[in-house]
């Protein structure tokens, strides 16, 4: 069965990426709630989708002096209790983003937080940026890792999963349909389909049989999924 993901938590009432939406999501029933990692100027992991909060460059401000509601991950981890979560790392070379961290020290550090969890049902990890997908799969080969993508050719995109040893392809869900599915099934990799909010394109989903969608409706798709 399709698994459904509250795209940054339920954030209808509650403010997204915040621990109110993630504490929703538990409420709404839910398989799994989707979030954005950000590492902070002295270090801390907290949840974000933007690289700015109220003026401030995340990446260039200590986690006090963020606003309050911005979360830590171990504060989003405990409100997620026996979810699965879905951890994105924005890391992205694009004007959007003031900090390109080549590194790899946010990932690492992601990954050493989450190696310690045992409060959730499952994890994967993802990515835009293919090679922070490829630190995240050299430092911990158990931990699912899925590349995120929307401006590349889909079948090249399952290729480049594959060579890279990735679990799972992301792809913005206009470019999932029924034969990428498969194929990506006969490769052994899973297919989680974003940002997925009308009523007949999650039904189409199931249809093509993804392993998740992402969604701002996770009401809804439960309604018409179970």
């Known amino acids: 069965m399709m698994e459904i993901y509250a795209h940054r938590g339920v954030h209808h009432q509650e403010r997204e990426n915040s621990v109110g939406a993630f504490r929703a999501a538990v409420a709404l029933g839910v398989d799994g709630v989707e ?7 002295d270090g801390a992991l907290v949840i974000h989708h933007d690289p700015v909060a109220e003026g401030l460059s995340i990446a260039r401000t200590a986690l006090s ?15 997620l209790v026996g979810l699965r979560i879905n951890v994105e790392l924005k890391n992205l070379l694009d004007p959007s983003e003031p900090v390109l961290d080549e590194t790899g020290r946010c990932a690492l550090e ?6 310690s969890l045992a409060n959730v049902e499952s994890i994967i990890v993802s990515s835009f940026d293919l090679a922070t997908c490829e630190v995240v799969r050299a430092a911990d080969a158990d931990i699912a890792v ?11 995109g399952l ?10 392809i992301h792809p913005h869900y206009l470019l999932v ?37 992402i969604t701002d409706e ?6 018409l999924l179970r």
């Open 146 to 156: 899925g590349w995120l993508f929307w401006d590349v050719a889909p079948l090249d």
């Open 110 to 115: 992601t990954v050493a937080s989450l190696q």
């Open 35 to 41: 979030f954005d990692v950000r590492r902070t100027l």
């Open 159 to 168: 290729e480049t999963a594959v060579a890279a040893g990735l679990s799972a």
């Open 177 to 213: 349909d029924a034969a990428l599915v498969a194929r990506a099934h006969d490769l052994g990799l899973l297919v989680n389909a974003w940002t997925v909010n009308r009523p007949e394109d999650i039904e189409a989903m199931a249809r093509f049989g993804v392993s998740s969608v």
């Open 65 to 79: 002096e963020l606003p309050p509601y911005v979360p830590t991950l171990n504060q989003a981890i405990d409100a």
């Open 218 to 223: 996770p009401a809804l798709a439960l309604e």
